[in-house]
């Protein structure tokens, strides 16, 4: 009875409608044919009684809890990628400063054994090398804090997720990005006797510049006493 109700009450403000719609535009009059074949369709479909009866498909019904499991899980995924890229950069530019270093070692040391047996030219040409490299480190050693910095807030980030998916029941979650920290801190650990050794010598060969400057200062002011004439040096 409700579904013949409903069918009746659809046809009639259907025909209204269409009455309504050519009244107010005589132009529509053309579409007649088009019109019929509508008004036709929408007329079997209510007979058939399923217009106002159209079933849907119900939606999975999640709980609050379910829903917490799956953000909580899709963070520590996001997060674990942001560790493992900058894990990588970070590692990367620890190299990058070591390779830097290691080269300046090498230039400063190689002037070193050279000291006293260069021109003026060959030296001064020397010493542009050595200082534009200067400058390579400490773009390098820069790039590398920013990086340290990024990875410190990286290891954080991974840490309050781990946190968070433990507390929402995402067990697995949580153990696994664990596992991931530790990984990464191992590998930047690793990475990081690189740049240590490579500062470490670097200091013994700024030492071993001071002590061979001191002597060749002292040998070059031996030599020019010696050449001195011994009438200078007597007072009158």
């Known amino acids: 009875m409700a579904a013949l109700w409903c069918r009746s009450h659809y046809l009639s403000f259907f025909r209204s409608s269409v009455r309504l719609l050519f009244r ?26 399923r217009l106002c009866a159209v079933p849907f498909k119900q939606v999975e019904n999640l709980s609050h809890d379910s829903l917490v499991r799956r953000a909580a899980s899709l963070v520590t995924d996001s ?16 190299t990058e400063y ?30 542009q090398v050595i200082i534009s490299q200067r400058a390579e480190v400490n773009h390098r050693q820069d790039e590398l804090k920013r990086f340290e910095l990024t990875w410190a807030t990286s290891v954080r980030l991974c ?34 006797k690189l ?23 002292a040998s070059l002011e031996s030599n020019n006493d010696e050449e001195i004439p011994d009438a200078y040096l007597r007072e009158d």
């Open 195 to 217: 740049s240590l050794d490579a500062e470490k010598k670097l200091a013994e060969t700024k030492v071993m510049e001071v002590e061979r400057m001191t002597q060749h200062a």
């Open 159 to 192: 840490e309050t997720a781990a946190e968070a998916a433990y507390i929402s029941g995402a067990e697995n979650a949580s153990i696994m990005i664990r596992t991931n920290i530790q990984l990464a801190q191992s590998q930047v650990e690793e990475a990081q």
């Open 98 to 127: 070591a390779k830097a270093v290691h080269t300046l070692i090498a230039l400063q040391r190689r002037y070193l054994a050279s000291l006293g047996k260069l021109s003026p030219a060959e030296e001064d040409a020397i010493w």
């Open 24 to 49: 107010k535009n005589p132009a529509n009059r053309k579409s007649h044919s088009w019109t019929s074949v509508l008004y036709s369709g929408l007329a079997a479909l209510a007979v058939g009684g």
């Open 79 to 94: 997060s674990s990628t942001f560790l493992s890229q900058v894990t990588l950069a970070l590692i990367d530019a620890v």
